[in-house]
């Protein structure tokens, strides 16, 4: 999916239209294109479901631990919390670290490591609130409607570290971030030995300052541009859309599955279980492929032997189009020649007897003889007899009664 990331800018040069450092990528991943220019000529996202990516500047966010009863900190990370509330939560625990005034303020409430402890902790991540919102009404302004706000850079799990050196400083300074918070400090001995003796450190510089990396932390040094450190920062799960800023709980789930969705197709600690999931596929439609095959091989096989069945028995039906009704006509009318026609006419027989039949009455024996129709019956009296000749005579059929047996013919027949 198409992504159009941006860096807010920190503050508008004079009266001209603020600049935007910007970076287009078409997964999400991979650069496809960066620089910087106004909103009005930013790129424009054609592309059905390409979205933005709003990235606050490093030196416009404070972050600070704090703790939480675990029933407030579900609440409040799964964005079931009324924002006026939550604002009131957050600042009861941050009046004595905040600046400014609380109401100038945008918060955005992350899940910290507990590290042992038993009472979980959060992040919490605060800028000027006036300051972002007027740089997404900007941005809504000129077309570019922002689907998620991330941070430049974010604290670390434990036992890892960053350092970024950048030239957009002047003089330069370095963004410390630790499993402790993200610091922004010059360029001193004391604050560079602070920064070697972090554990897991990953230097990374502008190639401005890469000679000035590689002074004090020698070949530990790698060089990273601000357009990759903006697609990076795209990258991170932490969405600073909070409070006021986040949609309803329905677009919230909607963004995380599509946010979701987008990580698997495009991630590469996905890739394994995309091959995975692409040979199940495969392999369910090999199998699906070969029981039809079977299957149409066992219908044929089947088909073939009833109508080497019609043949075998009606020599005279050269043609088979449907051999099942083929086989009921010929059949029909081989019964009809021998005088008692088909399943139909015995059946016709059959309801004749049935209510005229005395009760006691059974038949042992069907025989079909010629043209004639013998029936052996048990409990059928000479009076009884009578009584069911006669109704056959009146629905056409000759019946009479011998040794036992009922014999009965068509009188066409005689």
């Known amino acids: 999916m198409s992504t159009l990331v941006l860096k807010l800018p920190l503050h508008s040069s004079g009266t001209a239209a603020p600049e935007y450092d910007y970076v287009l990528s078409p997964d999400g991943l991979q650069l496809a294109a960066h620089g910087r220019a106004p909103a009005s000529l930013l790129p424009a996202q054609t592309q059905r479901g390409a979205h933005v990516v709003a990235v606050i500047p490093a030196r416009a966010l404070s972050w600070h631990c704090i703790t939480l009863p675990e029933r407030v900190l579900r609440s409040l990370l799964a964005g079931r919390m009324e924002p006026a509330r939550a604002r009131g939560v957050l600042t009861g625990v941050l009046e004595e670290q905040l600046l400014d005034d609380a109401e100038h303020l945008h918060f955005a409430v992350f899940a910290a490591p507990a590290e042992g402890t038993d009472a979980p902790k959060a992040w919490v991540t605060v800028c000027d609130r006036t300051w972002l919102q007027a740089g997404l009404q900007a941005l ?23 350092l970024l050196l950048s030239d957009e400083m002047q003089p330069a300074q370095m963004l ?5 918070g993200v610091s922004l400090l010059p360029l001193l001995p004391n604050t560079l030995a602070l920064a070697q003796a972090q554990t897991g450190l990953d230097v990374l510089a502008e190639p401005a300052v890469v000679a000035i990396a590689e002074m004090h932390f020698g070949n530990q040094a ?58 199940l596929v495969v392999v369910q439609l090999v199998a699906l492929n070969t029981l ?68 006691g009455m059974a038949l042992t024996a069907i025989e079909l003889s010629g043209k004639q129709l013998r029936l052996s019956a048990t409990g059928l009296e000479p009076a009884a007899a009578l009584k069911l000749t006669g109704a056959m005579e009146e629905r056409g059929l000759h019946a009479q009664l011998q040794g036992g047996q009922l014999l009965i013919e068509a009188k066409e027949s005689r």
Do not use: Y
Request: aromatic share 4%; with cysteine.
């Open 176 to 180: 410390l971030c630790t499993p402790q």
């Open 222 to 279: 790698a060089v990273q541009t601000s357009a990759q450190r903006l697609l990076q920062a795209a990258q991170s799960p932490w969405n600073l859309a909070q409070l006021e800023l986040s949609a309803s709980p329905g677009g919230r789930l909607l963004k995380r599955l599509s946010e979701g969705w987008q990580h698997m197709r495009h991630s590469p600690q996905w890739r394994p279980a995309r091959w995975s999931l692409v040979a």
């Open 292 to 359: 039809a095959w079977q299957q149409r091989a066992l219908l044929d096989e089947k088909r073939n032997s009833i109508q080497s069945l019609l043949q075998q028995t009606f020599p005279e039906v050269l043609l088979v189009i449907d051999a099942p009704l083929q086989m009921q006509r010929a059949v029909d009318d081989l019964a009809r020649a021998r005088g008692v026609g088909s399943d139909a006419e015995l059946g016709h027989v059959l309801s004749i007897i049935s209510p005229n039949a005395p009760a």
């Open 140 to 162: 809504e302004a000129s077309g570019h409607s922002v689907g998620r706000i991330v941070a430049e850079v974010t604290p670390t799990q434990a036992g890892t570290a960053r």
